[in-house]
């Protein structure tokens, strides 16, 4: 089984300040994708990115984006000029090539102030 | 904009009751999904509709019973619930196929008494 951790349970950052959110999962699967959503207060839980294992290229979506470390099994997400809007609780999940079950870390809740 | 609604937001039921939680969804998606999830916890999932067929069960108590009577429209039929089934109740759909991205909805809080 599939296991997604998340090790910082709370982070902070202060607006326009860059923070790395950690996550680390354990597979003997060669193939998978790895997600990042983000559930705000408000409580819709919302895709901020999506990597696919046999692609090397990290991905990037405006200002969010991974360092993906397959070796590692590292899937960490980086998050550039926070904005107050970005408060939220963050998943890491991990979903096997052809499946539609994510696996999800317990979030790691991020406070971005003034 | 919510892609996914759900209704109720809020539903507060006795433990004899009957009710359903809607789900909707107008994206064309074929694959759509129950989630439960207690506070401060991830989503745990419960049931996996592709193509209007049951496709997951995680092993779900028989008092929770899903239905998908379109693609468009999941329900999920409440019965006999207990107080550890109080909970936020997160519906999502995708693409079917696998892998893809899931769409959730605002879900519905749910409270036993």
């Known amino acids: 089984a599939q296991t997604v951790t998340q090790s910082q349970p709370e982070m902070s950052v202060q607006e326009a300040e860059t923070v790395t959110l950690s996550c680390t999962y354990d597979?003997?699967?060669?193939?998978?994708?790895l997600f990042w959503y983000k559930q705000p207060p408000s409580r819709q839980m919302i895709l901020v990115i999506r990597?696919?294992?046999?692609?090397?290229q990290n991905a990037t979506e405006n200002r969010f984006s991974v360092n993906f470390q397959k070796a590692a099994k590292s899937f960490s997400l980086k998050i550039s000029d926070s904005q107050l809007g970005d408060t939220a609780m963050y998943f890491c999940?991990?979903?096997?090539?052809?499946?539609?079950?994510?696996?999800f870390g317990k979030g790691t809740m991020l406070l971005v102030s003034p | 904009d919510t892609e996914v609604t759900q209704t109720p937001k809020h539903l507060v039921m006795g433990m004899t009751n009957k009710k359903s939680l809607k789900c909707e969804q107008h994206?064309?998606?074929?694959?759509m999904y129950w989630y439960k999830q207690k506070a401060k916890k991830p989503p745990e999932l419960m049931f996996v509709?592709?193509?209007?067929?049951?496709?997951i069960n995680e092993s779900v108590p028989s008092r929770f019973s899903p239905e998908c009577p379109n693609s468009s429209l999941l329900n999920l039929h409440l019965h006999a619930l207990q107080p550890e089934d109080s909970a936020l109740y997160l519906c999502?759909?995708?693409?079917?196929?696998?892998?893809?991205?899931?769409?959730f909805g605002d879900g519905t809080r749910l409270s036993i008494l």
């Open positions: 509709y592709s193509y209007e067929k049951l496709s």
């Open positions: 999502a759909s995708s693409r079917a196929g696998g892998n893809q991205p899931q769409h």
């Open positions: 990597q696919e294992a046999y692609k090397q």
């Open positions: 994206m064309g998606h074929r694959a």
């Open positions: 999940a991990f979903e096997n090539s052809g499946y539609s079950t994510l696996t």
């Open positions: 597979t003997s699967e060669n193939n998978y994708y």
